[in-house]
Structure formats: structure tokens, C-alpha cells
């Protein structure tokens, strides 16, 4: 499968702890965005690479929220000190930058706090 | 500020009716539009997109959507659902040239056989 992929699947972790998240883009895409998907929404933008560079965070992302795609190809997002309202999907999307530029979706990774 | 809105939340429809989701954004610049579809248990999926020329997109499993830049709208429709349609559809925005696309809040389709 060449497509976008995401670890872990689900999580559920209790108030406080630290998660960190996985994503792995199509190996050619240089762009790469984390969104947050909560019930009955649509995505919503957290932030954006390209390559190794973190070039635009959301006012949705908190202090808590780190991200980083250290050498251009995987990307991590970590939350620390997990909030109830942190429960969401996060999703990534990969993206070649061009005049056609399209985003792909990876399968998102299912967050619950308890 | 970008936002894009999608007019009915939940949709039923029979197999055999037509399809028409409507979607509105509001940006005075020019823009690429997509549809993105969400399958039960699968991840989105992009369904069509327009950059620029022929309004009337075309894109997988026989939809299309119009560009109708004088109303801020990019409505999908099909001419004849299936069950396998049974999905939810996201309708989302990007200023061209931009990175940030904004989604809707997502119409869930249900088709009954």
C-alpha cells in the first residue's frame, strides 16, 4: 500500500498523559498537514509542512501540541498533558506542491481521553 | 475568514433518485474546490476537484459537481444514487496558491435499497 498511513489506529489514554502520533506520507509528497476531526465536523487545519519545515500552526494548537518532521519524510504530533477535549480523529494529509496541488487522506488515528 | 458551508446535514434518498449536495463558500479570491467522500469504516477519499477551466467537473462512481462562481457554489450531484453511496461527503475550499484548505462540516448520505 503507497498510500497515507497512520499509527496508532486508536488510543485512549487517561487525562494528563503525554500521546505522541504517527504519520507517513506518500514517499514523493514533500507536503505534509495534520488536521483534527471531531464529531459531526469537518477537518480542521492544525498545521503544515513542507519538507522538514513547520511552516504555518493553527490558533487551535496549543502549547500542548508539538509537531515535527524531522527529516522530511514522517511526521510526529505529540500532545501533552491530554485534555478530555483533545478526544478527536486526527487526521494527516500528504500533498506534492504543484498548480494541482491535492491532498491525500491517511485512515487518521482515534484519540479518547478519559 | 475562509469558511465553507454545507446546507443539509443528513440526506436519505432511494436507490434510483438524484443527488444534489449544495455547498457554498465565502472568499473573494480565486479558489480550488474539492468534494472528498468518507466511506463507512474508511478514510476520505478525494472525489473531484476544480482548479481552473470547465466548471462542470466531472469525477469517480459518475458524480460531478458545477463551479458557480457568481453564487460561491460548488454543488455535486449525481443522477442516480446507489446504496453503495451511503457515505459522508466533505466540500472543501483552498484560495489558489494557498495551502490551507477549509472543509465543511460534512453531509452524511444514506441510501436505502
Known amino acids: 500500500d503507497t498510500g497515507v498511513s497512520q499509527n496508532p489506529r486508536h488510543k485512549i489514554t487517561k487525562r494528563g498523559q503525554n500521546v505522541t502520533f504517527r504519520c507517513d506520507p506518500i514517499s514523493e509528497h514533500n507536503r505534509l498537514y495534520w488536521y483534527r476531526q471531531t464529531l459531526g465536523q469537518g477537518p480542521e487545519f492544525l498545521t503544515y509542512?513542507?519538507?522538514?519545515?513547520?511552516?504555518?500552526k493553527s490558533r487551535l494548537l496549543s502549547d500542548r501540541f508539538s509537531a515535527e518532521r524531522p527529516k522530511g519524510s514522517f511526521s510526529t504530533l505529540e500532545i501533552q498533558r491530554t485534555e478530555q477535549g483533545d478526544s478527536a480523529m486526527y487526521l494527516c494529509?500528504?500533498?506534492?506542491?504543484?498548480?494541482?496541488?491535492?491532498?491525500?487522506f491517511g485512515p487518521g488515528t482515534r484519540l479518547l481521553v478519559l | 475568514a475562509q469558511s465553507v458551508s454545507q446546507h443539509n446535514h443528513h440526506v436519505i434518498l432511494s436507490e434510483a433518485a438524484s443527488l444534489e449536495l449544495g455547498c457554498n463558500y465565502s472568499y473573494g479570491g480565486t479558489v480550488n474546490l474539492f468534494w472528498y467522500v468518507q466511506y463507512p469504516g474508511q478514510h476520505l477519499q478525494l472525489l473531484l476537484k476544480y482548479f481552473s477551466g470547465d466548471p462542470l467537473v466531472k469525477g469517480i462512481k459518475g458524480f460531478e459537481a458545477e463551479f458557480i462562481k457568481s453564487k460561491f457554489s460548488f454543488n455535486l450531484r449525481k443522477p442516480s444514487v446507489q446504496w453503495s453511496d451511503t457515505a459522508e461527503y466533505f466540500c472543501?475550499?483552498?484560495?489558489?496558491?494557498?495551502?490551507?484548505?477549509?472543509f465543511g462540516a460534512g453531509t452524511r448520505l444514506f441510501v436505502k435499497a
Open positions: 509542512f513542507q519538507n522538514e519545515a513547520q511552516l504555518e
Open positions: 494529509a500528504s500533498s506534492y506542491s504543484g498548480g494541482r496541488e491535492t491532498q491525500y
Open positions: 472543501a475550499v483552498r484560495n489558489t496558491g494557498g495551502f490551507k484548505t477549509i
